[in-house]
């Protein structure tokens, strides 16, 4: 279980204790954290779980394929190069202590 705090576009920071395994969108959405919509549940099929992961810890994560690079071809937000679909991110060891920040709008 990886403890992720989700930074809202309020600014509010909610931290969810996220199974292994669990999408960070699933996370999300699961515990009522505002700013994920996840309209495609998680097929990467749509671009409205775009999250921007702290930019220092990018490195532990998997790198996007070519699928996740082109639905963040269609964010509604700024599309900056920490950006990445929450739904595309597992929970793990190597995510502990992560921080997403969610963009003022999905959609």
Avoid: F
Wanted: proline share 7%; net charge negative.
């Amino acid at each position: 279980m990886a403890h992720i705090t989700y930074i809202e576009p309020s600014g509010q920071r909610v931290t969810v204790d996220v199974t292994d395994g669990w999408s960070l969108m699933q996370a999300a959405i699961a515990n009522g954290v505002d700013g994920i919509v996840g309209e495609c549940g998680g097929s990467c099929a749509c671009a409205t779980c775009h999250c921007y992961v702290q930019e220092d810890r990018l490195a532990d994560l998997p790198p996007p394929t070519e699928g996740e690079l082109g639905m963040l071809d269609n964010v509604a937000a700024e599309r900056r190069p920490n950006s990445r679909l929450s739904c595309q991110l597992k929970a793990g060891p190597a995510l502990e202590g992560l921080a997403v920040t969610l963009p003022e709008t999905q959609e």
